[in-house]
């Protein structure tokens, strides 16, 4: 494994937490019961769980802001690609259009993915320490979904350690 690669178990570790920090917010907010998350494997979604006691999949991906945030949180080298991305959105003047950048990449890359379920929404973590539920909801109208995608909703925990809150980014 290259340095620039996380180990299957830290993925999942990722994961599993970005998913359990999105479930206690789903469940504070609606008051919808929403339990036990178990990990698939590649074609499904990353995690599953029981929504009122049906399942549902969540794809999770998490939002960066700059090069040297995502290192210190993943605790190690990025690839080219990535490096060179990050780059880009940190010589963004402004936080807003970085954070609208960053967000709508995402959501394009998400949107081309296909997955083996019946029904899977999508679940963003926020890991930039600038930004915060709050924020993207100020910004919430000029975030692009694309209409091609898959996912029957489409959520973001407001910050990494999920002490702002979710929000609705679709429907």
């Not at 929504?51 to 802001?65: F, N, T």
Request: net charge positive; with cysteine; charged share 30%.
């Amino acid at each position: 494994m290259s340095p620039n690669q996380f180990s299957d178990h830290e993925k999942i570790e990722l994961e599993h937490q970005a998913a359990k920090l999105f479930m206690r917010w789903y469940e504070h907010d609606t008051g919808r019961k929403i339990r036990h998350i178990w990990h698939n494997q590649p074609s499904k979604p990353d995690v599953s769980c029981k929504l009122e006691g049906e399942r549902l999949d969540l794809e999770i991906a998490h939002l960066y802001g700059t090069e040297q945030e995502a290192m210190q949180i993943l605790g190690r080298n990025l690839s080219s690609e990535t490096r060179g991305e990050l780059r880009r959105l940190e010589r963004e003047s402004d936080p807003h259009q970085r954070l609208l950048k960053a967000l709508n990449r995402i959501l394009n890359n998400k949107a081309t993915k296909r997955y083996k379920t019946r029904r899977v929404w999508l679940v963003i973590r926020n890991a930039h320490p600038a930004w915060t539920a709050r924020e993207i909801e100020t910004l919430q109208h000029r975030i692009d979904v694309p209409g091609n995608h898959v996912f029957e909703q489409i959520w973001i925990v407001g910050d990494f350690a999920g002490k702002s809150g979710i929000v609705q980014l679709y429907p």
